[in-house]
């Protein structure tokens, strides 16, 4: 007792964080009445719920047994969310076939096990089957290979 | 008799040779994926889903219950072989599953399971066919406040059944809601919390959210400790259950599909409780108590068929009423809405084909379950062998292309990292994403619903209390919310889910 369980504060500062911005943001739109309820009427009693019980959570953080940090997959998170980002940039400027390849690439260097040869293969494997699957088989309407490469000259 | 031409009409739409395919393919892409430990039935469904997009809406939907079905068997393989459930449902399989499979006996657990939940699977499938119609028909007679009621009631439910702190699941609830109501306002055509951004103009890409919130978020997790797994060495022994499995079998699995049927018809799934519920009452019921634990056939048996029930009939609401029980529930409405098809009442009666044509391929699925995967069990246990850094940038490759072949919308791949990151920040902070999925799916409805309702209850908010039904179901909801919030039931449920942790 007497300690702080420092999750429970954080997600409950978080609530409370993101309750105030949607809260605030609801400010800017039509109340209406509870007759007619605007656009701004919903939203609002929502946010002022998650203050609430953002609120309440950080309350209840104090008197709870700690509980040990777990490490992050902060090298993950660089690689795996960069991957999606990565493919969105690229898709329609490089094309499919090489965007995608660089995808697998990129996402294969979140975990420390590949050694980068079979990164390579793998993501060559993957592009191949991909464009086979989704581009041949399924007809995607995916240009293949796109203006940047042109313009480069390849 | 109507249930038999009803029945009928759907064999005959899910039996035609494209849409049997579509089910093949669901069950084996959905095993594929289930069996790979760490993702649960809901990740693999969110991660699949783009790619039935492309499909007719039956097709479609036949191929999402096809995966759904796969992917819980794969999880219950993974349970008995290496005992790692892929999700909760699955958390009690392992416990006398994976002992068995330590006697040598892995291949008799196996097939014990696959019967179980096929006899389960067929049961239940009969109970959607006998009650869905009937409870289609009270539900058209729901007005706005009616449904208004009944989705608190879902969402306060889904809250009990949730893992950890109920006030973090109720503010997972919020938030999901919130993010539910983003893009344009259906009455006056604002645009609400979109920043200025056209792309969120028609409301945040459901699949990028699901598929960040479970799919991406859980890759980062498995991320954090890279650890070999061990998988068992040892043969699979006989795939045939002897007589005396099978006597032993009978009865923990026809208790088990009763329990589960009753019990997946509850919001909020359902089926994990009556896993845990099937094992309690079997051990009690049983002979040799102190076989459980140490690899007894009626600890295999029983929870998985009840398992298999309750995800049968937590159909029930989602076709009669659009209420989602659980997250794969809220994916299979989401995956509706994209199809063009409001999930509710009134899906069995404009579209019959469609309606009955998904109950029926469940029966298909489930017979393809059991017929394909007892003699592929090989290859599913060559590829849990696969190491984890092989799979990650092949999930993540098709994770890209198939949230961007929705839309062909680049937003929709920012939007994937954007709820990733937070999925995954909120699972280090043990809040479950469960909650905030169904909250986003019901989140437009809710709102709908009840301006729908103050509008016709001309202001008066007493307009839910004096109409009996939403009365009832609202007394419902304080009532589920106040029995949940009682410490002494927070003990016990605690202790509940740290079993199956």
Known sequence: MGSINRADLAAGLVFVIIGAVFGLTSLGLDMGSTLRMGPGYFPMLLSVLLVLLGGAICFNSFRQMHIAVEPYAWRGMVFILGAPVFFGLTVRGLGFVPSIFLTTLLAAFAGLKLRPLQAVLLAVAVTLFCTLVFSVALGLPFRRFGPWLSVVGV | ?501
């Open chain 2, 1 to 501: 008799m109507d249930l038999f031409s009803n029945l009928a009409l759907g064999f005959a739409t899910a039996a035609s040779p494209e849409n049997l395919l579509f089910c093949l393919i669901g069950v084996i892409l959905g095993t594929l994926i289930g069996v790979l430990p760490g993702i649960g039935a809901t990740a693999t469904i969110a991660m699949l889903l783009p790619i039935t997009f492309q499909l007719e809406p039956v097709s479609s939907l036949i191929m999402l219950a096809g995966i759904y079905y796969g992917a819980q068997y794969g999880g219950s393989t993974t349970a008995i072989l290496i005992n790692m459930p892929g999700e909760s449902s699955s958390a009690v399989t392992a416990i006398d599953g994976y002992q068995l499979a330590r006697q040598g006996k892995a291949g008799t657990a196996l097939a014990v399971a696959a019967l179980g939940s096929f006899f389960a699977g067929t049961v239940a499938t009969v109970l959607v066919a006998v009650f869905a119609p009937p409870l289609t028909v009270i539900a058209l007679k729901f007005g706005a406040a009616e449904y208004f009621a009944l989705m608190l009631l879902g969402l306060v439910s889904a809250i009990a059944l949730a893992h950890g702190s109920i006030l973090k699941a109720l503010a997972m609830v919020v938030l999901g809601l919130l993010l539910g109501v983003v893009g344009t306002d259906i009455y006056t055509g604002t645009p609400r919390f979109t920043f200025g951004i056209t792309a969120f103009a028609d409301g945040l890409s459901f699949v990028a959210l699901a598929v960040g919130l479970f799919g991406i978020a859980e890759i980062l997790r498995n991320l954090e400790g890279e650890q070999d797994r061990t998988i068992l060495g040892a043969k699979l022994g006989s795939l045939f259950p002897s007589k005396a499995d099978l006597k032993a079998m009978v009865a923990p699995m026809l208790r088990g599909t009763a329990l589960g049927s009753a019990f997946g018809i509850l919001p909020g799934g359902g089926a994990v409780l009556a896993s845990f519920a099937s094992y309690t009452m079997e051990k009690r019921l049983s002979d040799h108590p102190e076989e459980f634990g140490k690899g007894a056939i009626a600890g295999v048996a029983g929870p998985e068929s009840a398992n298999n029930a309750g995800a049968q009939t937590s159909f029930i609401p989602l076709l009669t009423l659009g209420i989602p029980a659980n997250p794969v529930m809220a994916l299979m409405v989401g995956a509706m809405i994209i199809q063009g098809i409001v999930p509710g009442p009134n899906v069995a009666t404009d579209q019959p084909a469609l309606f009955w044509g998904i109950i029926a391929s469940m029966w298909i699925g489930n017979l393809m379950l059991i017929v394909l995967n007892l003699p592929l069990i090989g290859v599913w246990v060559k590829l849990l062998k696969v190491p984890y850094h092989l799979l990650f940038p092949i999930i993540m490759a098709f994770c890209s292309i198939g949230v961007y072949s929705v839309n062909s919308n680049v937003y929709d791949l920012y939007a994937v990292a954007g709820f990733g990151l937070l999925g995954y920040i909120l699972l280090k902070l043990r809040c479950e994403p469960a909650p905030l999925l169904l909250g986003f799916v019901l989140g437009p409805l809710l709102e709908e619903n009840l301006r729908r309702a103050m509008i016709l209850g001309r202001g008066d908010p007493t307009v839910f209390l004096t109409r009996p039904i939403s009365a009832t179901l609202l007394a419902l909801t304080v009532i589920v919310l106040v029995v949940v919030l009682m410490p002494s039931v927070g003990k016990k449920r605690a202790e509940v889910f740290t079993e199956s942790d």
